[in-house]
T-cell receptor
Framework: KQEVTQIPAALSVPEGENLVLNCSFT??????LQWFRQDPGKGLTSLLL?????REQTSGRLNASLDKSSGRSTLYIAASQPGDSATYLC???????????FGTGTQLKVEL | NAGVMQNPRHLVRRRGQEARLRCSPM?????VYWYRQLPEEGLKFMVY????????ESGMPKERFSAEFPKEGPSILRIQQVVRGDSAAYFC????????????FGSGTRLTVV
């Protein structure tokens, strides 16, 4: 059974810091891995998707890496801003890519 | 393209009543998924549907819960005889045919059972 763990559970940083969020999964037979952002009371916004054959993806200040063999992914956020405050969720897909298993998230607060 | 539309946004039901949650997928998306987010827990997969077919319902509770995605109209998640433990945020997502990339989530329905 796939299990996804995210560390840390919560993180508070001053504006401008670079930070790393971690995600680990127990079954390396994944189809892809996605990072999502969830704002309070809102839905999920997909940030980055890494196919199992890829090592990393970048979008603006975000960079996500994937090491499938060790069951790890990291989300790197450069020059953090207060608007980055949200919960970040990691999810892996199996079974042809249609079913996602989520971690419990990292709640990020970026302070002025 | 309006995205994945879920309604209602908030739903309050008394114990024993029925809850019906609706999800209209993005235009061109034929796959629909339902996830549940319990307080202080992560999102859990419930069911994956295509038009008129349930593909994977391995995450659905065995009793009181059902889902459908008819040929016409939105997907419906139905919870009969709700209990307090059903209080949660229910999210719908859709994707185009294929490998599940292009997952798009709705804003969710927050169900409160009183």
């Amino acid at each position: 059974k796939q299990e996804v763990t995210q560390i840390p559970a919560a993180l508070s940083v001053p504006e401008g810091e670079n930070l790393v969020l971690n995600c680990s999964f127990t079954d390396s037979a994944i189809y892809n891995l996605q990072w999502f952002r969830q704002d309070p009371g809102k839905g999920l916004t997909s940030l980055l998707l890494i196919q199992s054959s890829q090592r990393e993806q970048t979008s603006g200040r975000l960079n996500a890496s994937l090491d499938k063999s060790s069951g790890r992914s990291t989300l790197y956020i450069a020059a953090s801003q207060p608007g980055d405050s949200a919960t970040y969720l990691c999810a892996v897909s199996t079974g042809g890519g249609n079913k996602l298993t989520f971690g419990t998230g990292t709640q990020l607060k970026v302070e002025l | 393209n309006a995205g994945v539309m879920q309604n209602p946004r908030h739903l309050v039901r008394r114990r024993g009543q029925e809850a019906r949650l609706r999800c209209s997928p993005m235009k061109g998306h034929s796959h629909v998924y339902w996830y549940r987010q319990l307080p202080e827990e992560g999102l859990k997969f419930m069911v994956y549907l295509q038009k008129e077919n349930i593909i994977d319902e391995s995450g659905m509770p065995k009793e009181r819960f059902s889902a459908e995605f008819p040929k016409e109209g939105p997907s419906i998640l139905r919870i009969q005889q709700v209990v307090r433990g059903d209080s949660a945020a229910y999210f719908c997502a859709s994707s185009p045919p294929g490998d599940g990339t292009g997952y798009t989530f709705g804003s969710g329905t927050r169900l409160t059972v009183v």
